[in-house]
Structure formats: structure tokens, C-alpha cells
């Protein structure tokens, strides 16, 4: 029998590499796709990864419950994955409200819908690393104290928790990946890795003569999305939900990061790299290490692809896009 897949955020960088794993996998794929006058291009990455006609692409926000309780009704998913949110930390200063609205209670209509109409279905909630925040421990697991950071974070703690509480009150199959950074060419440019990439292209191609950053002594924990969304799926094909931390175990600074960008492009760092106080943030997150051991260990799945092929691959697509 074919499985069916409902994502929310499926117009998101890992939507897509997810609606794409699970086409592979033969699942029927419908997403939530957020209205716009601008519809030709919220597709976008979609089109990118030659899959935007095989998904079924649905109406609806994760704030408008009646919406959510009609559309899962009719899709009668196996599995649904909550990736909508709204993702960007500093936007998170300005836009707070919102984001607790979509990031933390979109969650929970989600969830709702669910208890409503398929509580038998699996549900995976895309939790986030930026929950532990001020570290409380040199490497993060599943068991590490969470100290949130800005209103993103703290958004995504309430989701983190209320897919745990619903679990344990409903007997749910609610998995939450507490997941770090990941990236591709396909992440939003608001991130720095593309920041990154995209102005190193840029500068390479004569188009612009300086990249601007904030803190680059801060350190991440950086994946390639391609491989988290397997993590993903892995943890909803499990007999028993659970949670787990998605990472690679090597932690790099914003300028170890750069460096290894513009030295693949053959840009001189030094000439074109400004430091701009303005985009640092009101709160840092210093450095996230994620210890992926349980996941190996339950799921069988460890990142495959290193910082640098990962860097070298949007480094080219960028520059690529740009040409
Ligand atoms: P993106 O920002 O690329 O995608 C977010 C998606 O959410 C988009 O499809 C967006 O739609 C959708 N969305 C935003 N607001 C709403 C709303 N009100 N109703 C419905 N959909 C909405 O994020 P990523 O793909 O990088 O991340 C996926 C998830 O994983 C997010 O929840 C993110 O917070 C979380 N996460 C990501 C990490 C990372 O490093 N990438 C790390 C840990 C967690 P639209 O296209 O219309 O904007
Ligand atoms: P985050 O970990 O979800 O906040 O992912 P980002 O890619 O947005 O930021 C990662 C780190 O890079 C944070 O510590 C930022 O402060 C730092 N950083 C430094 N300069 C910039 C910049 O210009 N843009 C962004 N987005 N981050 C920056």
C-alpha cells in the first residue's frame, strides 16, 4: 500500500530535500503551502529539485486550525511532519508574537488536527539546537537542560514539549528531532552559510565588493539538510516515538566557515570581509555541539556529508545562479 506524507513548510529548504527523499521512497507527498500574489514563486525550491508536479500542494497556515482539521481529514496521512515555522532567529526579536503563534502554537493545531481526525498517524515536530541555547553542557544530547535564547528559541521549546506531552497523554507517535544546523544550496539567504556563499559568489562575479557580518567567533554545529531529512523519516518508522539529537559532532566558528568558502571561490577574505556591529544579535548563542550517539545507535544514521563539501557545493550553485 502506498504511504502518504503530510508536510507543513514543504516551500521550506528542508520540505523540499524531505518531499524528494519520501517521492524517492514512493510515498504519496502532499504539503501546506502558505497563499501568495506571488505564487509563481513559492515553489521555488520545489522547481529546483525537479519535484514541484509530483507533490500535492494544499492551501492553509499553521495558525488556521479549522484549515488544518479539514485538510488532514481529506489527505488521511500516515505520517505528517511539522516543519513549518517561522525559522529565522534575529527576525524572532522582531517579530515575537508571531512567532510564538507559528513557531510554538502552530504545533499544537497541528497536533490537534491530528488528535481529531488520524491520532493514529506518526508525527514528527522539528525541534531545533538553539534550544539549549546557554549551553549547560560541553556537548548537547537528548537529556542535556535547555536555555533558550531568543523568542525563536523558546518558541520552539513549548513545541518541543508539547510533542512530548502529547505522547505521554495520548499515546501519540510524536517524535521530536532536536536538530542542528543544517544547510544547502537551498537555504534561505537570511542564514549565514548562504550569506556566506552567495556573497563570495557575488564578489567573484564583480557583482558586489564586501560580504558584512556579525559575530563570526560564534560556533555551529553544521550538517547538510539532505542527510537530516532522513534522520526525519528514520524516527517515524521506529515501533516507539522518541526523541533525538540530528548532528555531526564537529563544531566551527562563522570564520573557519568563511574561510573555507572564499578559498574555494579563490577570493581574498581579508579584502572583502567587514565586520558590521548591527548584525549582532540583542542574545548569542556562542557554540552548539550535538553528540548525534543515540542516533547512530537507534536509528543507524550519522551525517555523511563534511562542512567543506558542503560549503564547496553552494559555493558553486551560487555561483552557478548567479552566472
Ligand atoms: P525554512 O525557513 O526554509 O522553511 C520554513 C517553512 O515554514 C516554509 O515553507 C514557510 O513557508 C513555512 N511557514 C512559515 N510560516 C508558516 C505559517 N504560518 N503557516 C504555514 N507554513 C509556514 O526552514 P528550514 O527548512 O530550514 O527548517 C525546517 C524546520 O526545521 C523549521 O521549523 C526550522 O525552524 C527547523 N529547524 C531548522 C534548522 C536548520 O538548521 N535548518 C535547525 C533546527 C530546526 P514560506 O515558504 O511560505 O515562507
Ligand atoms: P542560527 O544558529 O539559527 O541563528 O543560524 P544563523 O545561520 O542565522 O546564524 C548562525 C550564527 O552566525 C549566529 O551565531 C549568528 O550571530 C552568526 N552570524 C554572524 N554574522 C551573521 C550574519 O550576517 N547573518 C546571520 N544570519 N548570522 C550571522
Known amino acids: 500500500m502506498t504511504k502518504r506524507a503530510f508536510i507543513t513548510g514543504v516551500t521550506g529548504q528542508d520540505g523540499a530535500y524531505l518531499a524528494q527523499f519520501l517521492l524517492e521512497k514512493g510515498y504519496e507527498v502532499s504539503g501546506l503551502v502558505r497563499r501568495s500574489s ?45 516543519l513549518g515555522a517561522q525559522s529565522f532567529v534575529r527576525s524572532s ?35 531545533s539546537s538553539e534550544m539549549y541555547g546557554l549551553i549547560q553542557e560541553d556537548m548537547q544530547t537528548e537529556t542535556t537542560p535547555f536555555y533558550p535564547r531568543s523568542p525563536y528559541a523558546v518558541a520552539k521549546l513549548y513545541g518541543h514539549w508539547i510533542t512530548v506531552n502529547y505522547r505521554e497523554s495520548f499515546g501519540m507517535h510524536a517524535s521530536s528531532g532536536i536538530l542542528f544546523n543544517h544547510e544547502s544550496p537551498l537555504r534561505g539567504i537570511e542564514f549565514v552559510t548562504r550569506k556566506v556563499t552567495d556573497g563570495v559568489a557575488r564578489i ?51 570564520r573557519e566557515m568563511c574561510e573555507i568558502a572564499f578559498q574555494h571561490a579563490g577570493v581574498s577574505i581579508d579584502e572583502h570581509l567587514v565586520i ?40 558553486d550553485a551560487d555561483i552557478r545562479r548567479l552566472s
Not at 542574545?283 to 556529508?305: I, N, R, Y
Request: aromatic residues 8%.
Open 38 to 82: 506571488t505564487a509563481e514563486v513559492n515553489d521555488v525550491r520545489l522547481k529546483w529539485l525537479g519535484i514541484a508536479g509530483h507533490i500535492q500542494l494544499i492551501d492553509g497556515d499553521l495558525l488556521d486550525l479549522s484549515g488544518l482539521i479539514r485538510t488532514i481529514r481529506e489527505v488521511r496521512p500516515d505520517e505528517v511532519y511539522n
Open 93 to 127: 526579536w522582531q517579530q515575537p508574537l508571531l512567532t510564538g503563534q507559528v513557531t510554538a502554537l502552530g504545533v499544537t493545531n497541528v497536533l490537534e488536527a491530528m488528535r481529531l481526525t488520524c491520532p493514529e498517524a506518526r508525527f514528527y515536530q522539528a525541534s
Open 204 to 254: 567573484k562575479l564583480g557583482l558586489a565588493k564586501e560580504l558584512r557580518l556579525g559575530n563570526i567567533d560564534a560556533k555551529r554545529d553544521w550538517g547538510h539538510s539532505r542527510d537530516y531529512v532522513e534522520a526525519m523519516w528514520l524516527m517515524l518508522q521506529q515501533e516507539v516515538a522518541d526523541d533525538y539529537v540530528i548532528a555531526t559532532g564537529r563544531t566551527t566558528t562563522v
Open 276 to 315: 558590521d556591529p548591527e548584525l549582532f544579535r540583542p542574545a548569542e548563542v556562542d557554540v552548539l555541539l550535538g553528540d548525534p550517539s543515540k542516533a547512530k545507535a537507534k536509528l543507524g544514521w550519522e551525517a555523511k556529508t563534511t562542512l567543506e563539501d558542503m560549503i564547496f557545493e553552494m559555493v
